[in-house]
């Protein structure tokens, strides 16, 4: 009698267990498949080639910054497009301004980048690049790309930090900048979606004027951009579990 008691209660227990396991096991996938449903829709990234039409941008002769912004920002977008969960959202494709888009203000160079802000505020991305080309008079030595951000995002930081660590490698003979804070800048002014501003070099230094016209180095440096945004991505499953 004792024997068949004992068996009872062995099963009993061995049910018990076998349920609080089945529970565990299936709160814990619940809580898995939970945190991860945001890094499943297809990301969405505004680039934002600076400048356009009558702005030139920053120049030295007959090489202008609008040219380099936008020949780096339709590679950028091939290349993410490669990966089949990207949209990419171009501000623009060709040499246009944007001043067009708006009356919000007497000075088209205002409206121009209003409209830059507009396109990404309400474009809903995950992250917005934009590109631009540096000049410093009083530094000629300056080179190199360099990231500018402002803190209006939380995730600001983070994205300026990490694209700066793969643009730093590019070229051993780049001073390691550090990504700087912009707050002033008017298309860092965009609040709903996260970004920032890539400067890819200075055309006030001889060397970065010779680099960035060369096929080669346009790719490297959007190779570097990409696997900023790749790993900075990849970081947001931590950052949501």
């Not at 920002?73 to 067009?100: F, G, P, S």
Request: glycine share 4%.
């Amino acid at each position: 009698m004792l024997v068949i008691m004992s068996k009872k209660l062995f099963y009993i227990l061995l049910f018990i267990i076998c349920f609080i396991m089945f529970f565990f096991q299936a709160a814990t996938l619940n809580f898995v498949i939970e945190t991860t449903k945001p890094l499943a829709h297809k990301r969405i990234i505004v680039i934002d080639p600076g400048h356009g039409g009558i702005d030139g941008g920053t120049n030295v002769g007959e090489l202008l910054e609008k040219d380099i912004n936008l020949e780096i920002a339709l590679l950028l977008k091939e290349h993410l497009e490669q990966h089949n969960k990207v949209q990419v959202i171009m501000t623009r494709t060709k040499d246009t301004a944007l001043d067009h888009l708006n009356q919000w203000s007497s000075s088209r160079h205002t409206r121009d980048l209003k409209a830059r802000v507009d396109i990404i505020n309400q474009s809903k991305a995950d992250l917005f690049i934009s590109l631009h080309v540096d000049y410093r008079a009083q530094q000629r030595e300056a080179q190199g790309p360099m990231v500018l951000y402002s803190d209006r995002h939380p995730q600001n930081r983070v994205i300026a930090t990490t694209l700066q660590q793969h643009l730093n490698k590019l070229q051993t003979s780049f001073p390691i900048h550090k990504p700087k804070k912009r707050p002033d800048l008017y298309v860092l002014k965009a609040k709903k979606t996260p970004g920032v501003i890539v400067e890819v070099g200075f055309f006030s230094n001889h060397q970065d004027r010779t680099r960035l016209q060369n096929d080669n180095y346009q790719n490297q440096l959007v190779e570097a951009i990409y696997k900023g945004i790749e790993e900075y991505f990849s970081g947001l499953k931590f950052i949501v579990d």
